[in-house]
């Protein structure tokens, strides 16, 4: 695919299953990654693969999170948000660790180059012939569930990258008229 047809035409998954992109699908799509601008050179980006097994634990994350922000919440509820890990068979999340001391890289910047990270891991799933979703929600800003991970507590995660096969309709998402965004700075 080239990439201007990947850029035109992705769109997020709704429904993802196995076949995962496999190791060397995965080793182009963080390849990708790490070409992501990144002002200052900092490599602000850690990565967190959850597959197979692992989906429990990051589902007992989730549930674990649920718990303590809703004490009252039933265990049908628990149940369902454990079963969030599998809504496909690989995910990856992405975070930013950025460091505040660096004042000519704003934090904002370092956090916005995790972002491109993740888009572009995106993209290069979408070119290999696999999908993806991006996530978050509240568990991406909850320190235990962070600590679950194996990240810090200031790390920033961007996003819970879902990825697999894309299977049925994807969503009809309406793309906006980009001319209706655009605006060009008159000359003087
Ligand atoms: C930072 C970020 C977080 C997101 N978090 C969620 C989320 O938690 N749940 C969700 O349904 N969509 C979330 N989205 C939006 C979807 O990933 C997706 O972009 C949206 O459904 C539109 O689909 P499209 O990618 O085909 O345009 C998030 C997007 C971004 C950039």
Avoid: C
């Avoid at 695919?1 to 992705?10: H, P, V, Y």
């Avoid at 990258?161 to 003087?188: H, I, M, N, Q």
């Amino acid at each position: 695919m080239q990439a201007i047809d990947a850029l035109l035409t992705r769109r997020s998954a709704r429904t993802l299953t196995d076949p995962a992109p496999d190791d060397a699908a995965l080793e182009l799509i963080f390849a990708s990654a790490v070409r992501a601008p990144d002002h200052g050179r900092l490599r602000p980006w850690r990565f967190v693969i959850v597959r197979d097994k692992a989906r429990e634990r990051f589902g007992e994350l989730l549930a674990d999170h649920l718990r303590r922000t809703h004490p009252q919440i039933g265990e049908e509820s628990l149940q369902r948000e454990r079963l969030k890990a599998f809504r496909a068979p690989l995910i990856v999340v992405v975070a930013a660790r950025s460091n505040p001391e660096i004042k000519k890289v704003p934090v904002i910047e370092q956090t916005l180059s995790a972002g491109a990270a993740a888009h572009a891991m995106m993209l290069a799933a979408y070119a290999l012939g696999f999908n993806a979703m991006w996530k978050t929600g509240e568990p991406a800003y909850d320190a235990g569930v962070k600590s679950g991970l194996g990240l810090e507590p200031g790390d920033a995660v961007v996003g819970f990258l879902y990825f697999g096969t894309e299977s049925g309709e994807p969503a009809a998402v309406p793309r906006p008229e980009w001319r209706d965004l655009v605006r060009e700075l008159a000359e003087p």
